[in-house]
């Protein structure tokens, strides 16, 4: 493969999009390209974290495990990167990384990603955008959780799930995860989806979702959806 190809695979991600062709080049020795498997744990919390996963295709959502269950505490896909402790200063995974949507990631060695951004200032620079992208995105998501509907938030979560899964209009997802996801009991989300149905939003039989009118979707999440949208195209610009 040219390395003009790689690169232009490997610019699937925004994240590795933001930089240069020469530093990219740097990096692509250490790359291993991986499949995203539904259901497959990438990390899990507290453990020594070894790779880091940039997604070309897919979502991981990154799970926080409480006594009373567990739930997603964001959703990431081609717009970022699995392992952002790594740009902290940690070691270890801070959540579950569980991947929801098929697709496949490029993953690199912590270790030799830290030696890459401890030489090159624009991958230190870029890890800490996307850093700043993820807090900002972390914060109105509580805000979301407190004030938001489950209509409101379960149009949010499908409509970021297909913008950052690289997937066409239909994806499968059950109801049970698309709960987890959302951190209700299923009955909720079950309402939900017959709501988002009946307006004609969505299609929904025997665990696959199809996204049947974008912008009535768009009109029915929570403003929170527009918000971290504008902030991810401000922050790392789509190439
Ligand atoms: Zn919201």
């Not at 493969?1 to 610019?11: A, F, G, Q």
């Not at 453990?47 to 979502?59: I, K, Q, S």
Request: with cysteine.
């Amino acid at each position: 493969m040219s390395s003009d190809t790689r690169n232009s695979l490997l610019r699937q991600n925004r994240v590795l999009a933001s930089l240069a062709d020469r530093t990219l080049d740097q990096l692509a020795p250490h790359l291993e390209t991986v499949p995203l498997v539904p259901r497959n744990v990438l990390c899990e919390a507290g453990e020594r974290l070894e790779f880091v996963h940039f997604p070309l295709a897919g979502v991981v959502c990154l799970m926080a495990s409480l006594r009373e269950g567990i739930a997603e505490t964001a959703a990431v896909g081609a717009e970022g990167f699995i392992g952002l402790e790594c740009a902290l200063g940690g070691d270890s995974a801070l959540s579950r990384a569980l991947v929801q949507l098929p697709g496949s990631a490029v993953r690199m060695p912590l270790e030799a990603l830290r030696a890459l951004a401890a030489r090159h200032e624009d991958v230190r620079h870029v890890l800490l955008r996307y850093v700043r992208f993820f807090v900002i995105q972390a914060l109105q998501s509580v805000a979301c959780n407190s004030l938001h509907s489950v209509d409101e938030r379960c149009a949010k979560w499908l409509l970021t799930a297909h913008d950052r899964s690289g997937l066409a209009q239909s994806f499968p997802l059950t109801q049970e995860f698309l709960a987890e996801m959302l951190g209700v009991h299923r009955p909720s989300v079950t309402i939900a989806a017959r709501t988002l149905q009946r307006a004609g939003l969505i299609r929904y039989s025997r665990g696959i979702i199809v996204i049947t009118d974008r912008e009535g979707l768009e009109e029915a999440a929570c403003e929170c959806y527009g918000v971290i949208r504008r902030a991810l195209d401000e922050i790392l610009p789509a190439h």
